[in-house]
């Protein structure tokens, strides 16, 4: 019987992984990556080696969407602690008295960013909103800037 043993794939008998990791698409058993092709080495389905991929399978996505810094403003002033979605929702609708606000996220530091459409709805947000009142809070609007390392 040996090491093969009554295995899911008549004929085959156990081989290490070290001897499996260029097959890619052929697998036996369960092993690293699961079916449609991938898993570790090359891969005859999507022609490329690596770790996963494989045919049919979704890529990694595009990562971390950034802000274009031209176009975001910074807020602060809020109190720390009690960021929420609601209170996201009720600044983003106050932030649109000076033009199109796409997005607001407030962290729970009581500052985060206003995202708009264009450069100049940021300056009208920095000179009309800048020193308002929200929610009983004078809020600070500024320029998006890079933190200083």
Same mark, same amino acid.
């Given at each position: 019987?040996?090491? /093969?043993? *009554?295995g #899911?794939?008549? =004929? +085959?008998?156990?081989?290490?992984p ?5 097959? &890619? $698409? ?15 080495g ?12 494989g045919? /049919?399978? *979704?890529? #990694?996505?595009? =990562? +971390? ?10 807020? &602060? $002033? ?14 983003l ?7 199109n ?8 530091s009581?500052t985060?960013?206003? =995202? ?10 920095i ?22 390392a």
């Amino acid at each position: 019987m040996g090491y /093969g043993g *009554k295995g #899911k794939v008549a =004929g +085959k008998s156990w081989t290490s992984p070290i001897q499996s990791w260029g097959k &890619g $698409g052929q697998t036996y058993g369960k092993g690293f990556g699961g079916g449609c092709g991938s898993g570790f080495g090359y891969d005859r389905f999507a022609g490329a080696g690596g770790f996963g991929g494989g045919f /049919g399978m *979704k890529g #990694k996505g595009k =990562g +971390k969407q950034r802000a274009d810094p031209a176009t975001t403003a910074w807020i &602060g $002033g809020l109190p720390e602690n009690e960021a929420s979605v609601e209170r996201n929702k009720a600044l983003l609708e106050h932030m649109k008295q000076a033009g199109n606000c796409k997005f607001v996220k407030i962290g729970n530091s009581g500052t985060g960013s206003a =995202g708009f459409t264009s450069a100049e709805e940021v300056e009208t947000a920095i000179s009309v909103l800048n020193g308002s009142d929200f929610q009983g809070h004078v809020i600070q609007v500024d320029y998006w800037t890079k933190k200083d390392a």
